[in-house]
Each structure stands twice: as C-alpha cells, then as structure tokens.
C-alpha cells in the first residue's frame, strides 16, 4: 500500500528531526567558551542541563495536545448545534479516564537513560553514540521474556546476536580509532561506550513499563509525550541543585568538578551566543522527534520505524564525518551493517518483505505492526 502524503511527511520529520537532535547535542559539547568568574576557556560540558532541556522539548508537546483537542471540541460543538432539531443526536464521546501518574515511572527511567547518555556523548563521537543505541534491543528482549511473558522467536534471538557481533566491532573501532576526538583519552571512550550501554539497559526497563501500564490505555501521542516530559523536566530541575554540589572526578567538565554547574553553563552561552542556538536546536528537534516516531509507529508500523532510526543513525554518521568531528575507521562499517542486520531480523523486516512479494497479502498489516518488545501492540518507547 502506498504512502499518504501525511505519512510521508511523518518519516521525514522523524528523519530529519532525529538527526538534528544528536547533531546538535553534539555540536554544543564541541564549543568551548570562558567560564564564570574569570575562569579559562573550557568544553561546554553540562549534560544534566541538557537533559533538562530535552524534557523541556517534549514537554512542549502538552500544549499542542490541549490545543488540538480543543479545536476538536469546537468542531462537536457546531456540529451538534447544527444538528440540534433532530432527534437522537449522538453526543460526543466523552474522553478516557486517564491518570497521568501512570507515566510517572516510565519517566524516571527516561530521566535516567537520558542524563547518563548524554554524559557519555561527552566522551565518544555521535556516530558511535548512535550506533551503540542499537543494543536496546538486546534488553529489551530478555525483560520482554522476563516481565511481559513473551516468547522471541528465532528472528528475534538471531537479531540480538547479529547486535551483539554488530556492538562488538563499533567497540573495538573505538578501541583502535579513538573516534572521541581531541580532549579525550582511551579510558574516557571506554566509560563513554560502556554509559551508553547502561543507559539502553535504563530505557527498555522504561520500554517495558510503557507496554505494561499505558500504551493499553491508547494515549495520544502528544499527551505521552508531553506528560513524560512534564514529570523528567521539573524533577530534573529541581535535581540541578543538589548536583551543584556532588564532585564527579573525571566525569565532570567543569572547573568546580561537579556532577553539573548551571551558573558556569549560563556564563559560557554569554560568551559564546552559538551555544544557545545548539540547545535550542536539540530543544526543538526532541519534541518532534518524539511525536513523528509513536505517529509512524502507529500509522505504518514498528518495522518502518526501526528502518527510518537506522537511517538517522547512517545520517548522524556520514554529517560527523563531513564535519570532521571525528574519524573514519573501517570496523565501523560491518559493525553499522551488523547493527542494522540485526535491528531489521528482530523488528521483522524479512516478513514485511516476504509479506510485500506475495500478492493480496492481508494479514501482512498486523505481523508488520510487531512491536519493539515482540508483542502485537505498539511498543514504540517515548525517548531521542
């Protein structure tokens, strides 16, 4: 079946919009400016802010969401008062009971997947950033097994391996190129990689909990969204305090050495206004970003969201290395093709296509819309 313009244009975005999010994260790590009280020129390295303002993004989707319904009331309501002399008018069906704390949790996790990611893209390059993304599938496939009572089939046990080979020579790419760039030693790639692993472990945890407890209760996208949002932006707010004051060692980039310094971050984007212009590139793009892959996930299908991601991660790849912010190594590309291999076998690629070959296929639709977790119902996780 061909594509709406609608849906179209949903692939776009969310391409497009994925790309700019972790071009841009980066592009602002890559700055460096003076700090506050006379302090020298250093890397503007403050992931807890950014993380914040990723929140921030997605959190904007909550407006639109009101909005949107909204208009749709008005639109019932004229219709009704159009309507009003004849008998047995339906009314508008009334909304969902819905309780927002059921995000609360999905949320924390979120939180903490994201801070830790962004922590590490501070040590290693985007591409190797996006490429290691790729093991979320791995656990989210045993806690699949473990707390959803799903059974893998062999696509999706030959899918984690071809991820783990894939992961096994990204790695050793980092290994032996230092793809990080200047600034960063050996051991700091290795902590980097290794965080993000830890992070992908955070977020299928969060993967699970949103199967589980909310995408039964068939959420608008923009409310998901936007209700995740709300909870990680101002509990994250709120934390920027207290990490004022927590030493982090060789994890911090700031003067004080702590786990984050709000003040040294405001001073550096005075002194150099791009900064700005680079958060509030990730800012925009997350919030987007969000919304375009739950809709292709609900309108096309989980499988096409897997490809689109893996093209985002091609696309963060072949930019780093135009702009020259990192290195080529060749043990990055069978470690990409692995990566994508396995996603496509996991997600179920081979049946879409088999599916596509055989004329007026019609149970095609519900096998194509499989999940992340290897279930039946959307599973597309709330994240960047």
């Not at 290994?175 to 955070?202: E, Y």
Request: glycine share 10%; with cysteine; charged share 15%.
């Amino acid at each position: 079946m061909a594509w709406s313009r609608y849906q179209l244009g949903l692939a776009a975005l969310m391409l497009l919009t994925g790309s700019i999010n972790t071009l841009a994260a980066k592009w602002a790590d890559n700055f460096s400016a003076p700090g506050c009280d006379g302090t020298e020129e250093h890397k503007f390295q403050h992931p807890f802010l950014q993380a914040a303002g990723m929140f921030l993004g997605e959190f904007s989707c909550l407006p639109v969401f009101y909005l949107l319904l909204l208009r749709d009331r008005r639109r019932a309501d004229r219709d009704r008062d159009r309507h009003r002399d004849r008998d047995g008018d339906p009314a508008p069906a009334p909304s969902r009971p819905f309780n927002a704390l059921l995000f609360l949790p999905p949320a924390l996790c979120d939180m903490a997947g994201t801070s830790i990611m962004y922590v590490a893209l501070n040590m290693t390059s985007a591409s190797s950033f996006q490429m290691l993304r790729g093991s979320l599938i791995i656990f989210t496939g045993l806690l699949s097994v473990a707390f959803l009572g799903r059974r893998l089939e062999w696509s999706h046990w030959a899918g984690i391996v071809l991820t783990i080979l894939g992961l096994a020579l990204v790695g050793m790419a980092d290994l032996r190129g230092n793809p990080g760039g200047a600034g960063h030693g050996l051991a700091d790639v290795i902590t980097g990689d290794l965080l993000i692993l830890l992070a992908q472990a955070i977020v299928s945890i969060q993967m699970v909990l949103e199967e589980k407890f909310i995408f039964s209760h068939d959420v608008h996208p923009l409310r998901a969204v936007g209700t995740e949002g709300l909870f990680g932006f101002s509990i994250l707010a709120l934390l920027l305090v207290p990490l004022s004051f927590i030493p982090a060692g060789r994890l911090s980039g700031n003067p004080r050495g702590v786990l984050e310094d709000p003040a040294d971050a405001w001073c550096q984007i005075r002194r150099e206004p791009l900064i700005l212009a680079a958060l509030l590139g990730n800012v925009g793009s997350i919030s987007f970003f969000n919304f375009a892959g739950i809709s292709v996930t609900r309108e096309l299908s989980a499988t096409t969201r897997t490809v689109l991601d893996s093209l985002r991660t091609l696309l963060v790849w072949a930019l780093s290395l135009a702009l020259r912010w990192e290195r080529f190594h060749a043990l990055q590309i069978p470690g990409f093709a692995l990566l994508l291999a396995g996603a496509a076998l996991y997600n179920g690629l081979h049946r879409a296509l088999r599916s596509a070959g055989n004329a007026g296929g019609s149970g095609s639709d519900s096998q194509e819309r499989e999940a992340l977790l290897g279930g039946d119902g959307d599973g597309g996780n709330i994240q960047g």
